[in-house]
């Protein structure tokens, strides 16, 4: 089993920068790709970036492209989020998430979540 606690969010401006963390405890993360999810108030849970489990590959939503830089430290068990220019739009539960397929659709056969933090970014 792995448990993930996602820390790190919080109120912002628009233009403002936050970091996210995920720590990974219970077993190493190095043999899965890692994630991170979003979800809005009223709207469905969406991807935003993951990480190949050697940290070679990035993928990214649109939405957060050139914004947003996943990466990850395998020694460490954690997995982090740069957003940079923050947008009102970008405000959401940030999740964290463990699976075995990724490519440039997503993070897909999903085995582990976070409980999540919340980001608010105001206008």
């Known amino acids: 089993q792995v448990q993930l606690v996602e820390s790190g969010g919080g109120l912002v401006q628009a233009g403002a920068s936050l970091r996210l963390s995920c720590a990974a405890s219970?077993?190493?993360?190095?043999?899965?790709?890692m994630g991170w999810f979003r979800q809005a108030p009223g709207k469905e849970r969406e991807f935003v970036a993951a990480?190949?489990?050697?940290?070679?590959?990035?993928y990214y939503a649109d939405s957060v492209k050139g914004r947003f830089t996943i990466s990850r430290d395998n020694a460490n068990n954690t997995v982090d989020l740069q957003m940079n220019s923050l947008k009102p739009e970008d405000t959401a539960v940030y999740y964290c998430?463990?699976?075995?397929?990724?490519?440039?659709?997503?993070?897909?056969?999903?085995?582990?979540w976070g409980k999540g933090t919340l980001v608010t970014v105001s206008s």
């Open positions: 219970g077993r190493t993360i190095s043999s899965y790709h």
């Open positions: 998430a463990a699976g075995r397929i990724v490519s440039t659709i997503g993070l897909r056969g999903l085995e582990y």
């Open positions: 990480i190949k489990y050697t940290g070679g590959l990035t």
